[in-house]
């Protein structure tokens, strides 16, 4: 389990998060949504031991950094890194030795052909790859299905519902409420770095109408000049 406890994050005067207090079992896919700005990646970049900040992460394992696998939304690769040195190197990290890096390429990328010159979601999908190869037992997914083809959306739904069944830690974001229904059992709305509410499954649509707005309509109407 993941416990976060007061968790707050400034750069420089600018408050990006505050006083998160949020807790993540194993087993469980929470999702994280708010509007663009609202902390959502900062949080994930707390969790995943990449940003400083004030109050406490705990962890029931290991030391959470060294098991947690990161999907960023902006992906980087080394020039003329291929797919295979890229997963290759990804197995060095975790000191995994014996990976049969074709056999886990599930995606059917070109993995002799250089990562820098794949598409935007097939980056994402060897990124993710990558992650999977690591055996992580927390995975963070920031937009997993932005970029990518419906067959891949398809099959990146089923990775993160057998994650699930392997009683991983699964945390992601989504702009997609249809995505987090069919994959979240609990919805977190962060919103100017607070967390406005959570809820579990069955009560998203709760969220849903707080992020739509009650002032949404009038506003319309005005943009538009609507009768």
């Known amino acids: ?16 998060l505050l006083d998160i207090n949020l807790t993540f079992k194993k087993g469980e896919v929470s999702g994280v949504v708010g509007e663009n700005g609202a902390g959502k990646t900062t949080l ?3 969790i995943a031991g990449l940003e400083p900040f004030d109050g406490n992460i705990e962890y029931g394992g290991n030391i959470l950094k060294n098991v947690t696998g990161y999907l ?3 992906l980087f ?9 890229y997963l290759r190197l990804v197995c060095n990290a975790r000191d995994l030795k014996e990976t049969n890096i074709t056999g886990s390429n599930i995606f059917d990328l070109p993995l002799n052909e250089y990562a820098e010159t ?11 790859t990558g992650l999977l190869i690591q055996k992580n037992e927390v995975f963070i997914l920031d937009e997993p299905f ?6 891949s959306n398809i099959i990146i739904q089923e990775i993160i ?11 992601m974001s989504s702009h ?28 998203f649509e709760q969220i849903e109408e707080e992020m739509r707005g009650d002032n949404i309509g009038n506003k319309l109407v005005d943009l538009l000049n609507l009768e």
């Open 146 to 151: 932005n970029g990518v083809d419906i067959h």
């Open 118 to 128: 794949y598409s935007t979601g097939m980056k994402k999908k060897l990124a993710l």
């Open 72 to 74: 960023p939304t902006e």
């Open 176 to 203: 997609i409420f249809s995505t987090l229904n069919q994959s979240c059992d609990h919805l977190h709305y962060l919103k100017n770095g607070h967390l406005k509410s959570s809820v579990v499954k069955g009560e």
């Open 1 to 16: 389990m993941i416990a976060i406890q007061s968790l707050s994050k400034s750069y420089g005067k600018h408050k990006v």
């Open 44 to 46: 994930f970049k707390c």
């Open 161 to 171: 519902l057998k994650l699930k069944q392997l009683d991983k830690i699964v945390i």
């Open 77 to 85: 690769f080394f020039s003329k890194m291929t797919g295979a040195e």
